[in-house]
Nanobody, 123 residues
Framework: QVQLVESGGGLVQAGGSLRLSCAAS????????MGWFRQAPGKEREFVAG????????YYDDSVKGRFTISRDVAKNTVYLQMNSLKPEDTAVYYC????????????????WGQGTQVTVSS
């Protein structure tokens, strides 16, 4: 089992920045992929970014490339999502997830999920 707790959401103006954190606990993360997802009202949950715990390889959805950066702190068992140049369309509940695999997949096929944190970008 992996427990995930997100933090760092909030209200920000367009063009601003936020950093989300996801603290993981439970089983070892050595053969795990961590992902960030988001879900806007009335829309399906979508993949934002993923990172392989071992090695740190990353993958991004095209909508956030160049603006968002996913990273991890192995010592703190924490994954981050640095979000810059935020747009109103980035408004959503952001979820952290873990997948027991070494393959980063841009789908919702992840095994563990956090409770989500709201990000609101005003125009």
């Amino acid at each position: 089992q992996v427990q995930l707790v997100e933090s760092g959401g909030g209200l920000v103006q367009a063009g601003g920045s936020l950093r989300l954190s996801c603290a993981a606990s439970g089983r070892t993360l050595s053969r795990t992929v961590m992902g960030w997802f988001r879900q806007a009202p009335g829309k399906e949950r979508e993949f934002v970014a993923g990172i392989r715990w071992s090695g740190g390889s990353t993958y991004y959805d095209d909508s956030v490339k160049g603006r968002f950066t996913i990273s991890r702190d192995v010592a703190k068992n924490t994954v981050y999502l640095q979000m810059n140049s935020l747009k109103p369309e980035d408004t959503a509940v952001y979820y952290c997830a873990a997948r027991q695999s070494v393959a980063i997949v841009p789908t919702t096929r992840y095994d563990y999920w956090g409770q989500g944190t709201q990000v609101t970008v005003s125009s």
